[in-house]
């Protein structure tokens, strides 16, 4: 896909003008007032606070009424920040937990985070045996596979309903019976697939939280279909279960707090 030169110029000013307010007082680390923002943004003082207004209104910054009005950032905006904080380190925390668990298991461990095209994987240890998976760090997995799973039933529907939609119209997910399929993720806090993602393969997926409770990612053991025991109350399960919440634990989460 080439990008036309003409597109790069295409910006919206009053996103740029917005961003250079909330990066000072990002910079600052301390509530500004009126004055010491206009002054470092260069923006009249009514210009900038309609902004101000707009961004307290939103939740992206809180104002601090003392003598003299200062605003810092808000919850919203901290909130945001976190999220992909911890999706950013998704990899790098889960990284030494995921060769643990793949040489404790002798099975392949993937761990994957949600990226608008889909399930993405970011890491992967690859057993020792001879299956061939035929994917690796780097590659997208579709939704009806088990890591799949886990972003359709613990993400918010609407952030994977366009990929979900384009794989019902291709004929990859039965929506009756994949929704029933969702249903029993939710209630086992765990997804189980077998043959999804190649043929003689099975898989297991639970979910990776983050400091708000939020889904961040996944954590996937596959096996030869047949030989990995998926069973809920198996030790394979057991150990997965363990590592992903070791891996949520170190991001933030704290146990019993969101969906876990």
Known sequence: MTTN???KNRKIQSVEIGFSILKSIATARAPQTLGALSQDTGLHKSQLYRYLNTFVDLGVLTRHDQDTPRWSLG??????GQV???TLDVHIHAAPITLKLRDALQETVAVS???AGGPFFVG???SNKVVNIGLGAGAYVPLYTATGKIFRA???EAETQEVYDRDVSAGRIQPEAYAKDIAQVRKDGLARTRGSLQDGVAAVSAPIYGPLGNLVGALSVLGVL?????SLDGPVVAQLRRAAME?????????GQGSM
């Open 5 to 7: 030169s003409n597109d």
């Open 75 to 80: 919850p919203e905006l901290i909130g945001l």
């Open 84 to 86: 992909a904080a911890a």
């Open 113 to 115: 985070i949600w990226r």
């Open 124 to 126: 992967w240890e690859k």
């Open 154 to 156: 613990f993400l918010p």
């Open 226 to 230: 047949g030989f990995l025991d998926d």
């Open 247 to 255: 891996v949520s634990v170190r991001l933030g989460y704290q146990a």
